[in-house]
């Protein structure tokens, strides 16, 4: 898939986080962007995806618990989600690929980690969505 018409949702409470993962996404040519403070207020979107990139430990709604929700729903339980979290034990790790993560980066990350990762995961995308989803560029959904 062309970055340029990937829709890809970033999760994060840390603003700071969400915005240098939505430059890094800018930069690789993404122009769809959503952002949201936790896994429920992304909720609305995750059907409207094509990649989800999630912290783990947020109130709310966890990133654990929405990738378990994402892998629940038969439209998306194919869905390429990336886990960006500074959880680094195994046994988490572990957790997170038997519940079916796609790819999982160790904050702090570089710019390139992030790009590589993105990249491959999006040229893995077979099929390109309608524009017209109401998938916009938001901040803190």
Not at 83 to 112: C, H, N, R, W
Request: aromatic share 4%.
């Amino acid at each position: 898939m062309d970055p340029k018409k990937a829709r890809v949702v970033v999760v994060d409470d840390m603003s700071a986080i969400r915005d240098l993962v939505s430059a890094c996404l800018r930069d690789m040519g993404v122009r769809q962007i959503a952002e949201a403070v936790d896994g429920n207020k992304a909720l609305p979107y995750v059907g409207k995806a094509d990649l989800i990139i999630c912290d783990w430990d947020m109130p709310v709604m966890t990133g654990l618990d929405l990738l378990k929700e994402v892998r629940s729903r038969p439209s998306t339980k194919h869905l390429p989600f990336i886990m960006l979290t500074a959880i680094s034990d195994k046994t988490q790790v572990a957790t997170a690929i038997k519940e079916g993560v796609t790819d999982y980066i160790t904050k702090p990350f570089q710019p390139k980690q992030l790009y590589d990762r993105v990249s491959k995961n999006i040229a893995n995308i077979q099929k390109s969505k309608p524009e017209d989803l109401g998938f916009e560029d938001l901040t803190e959904m």
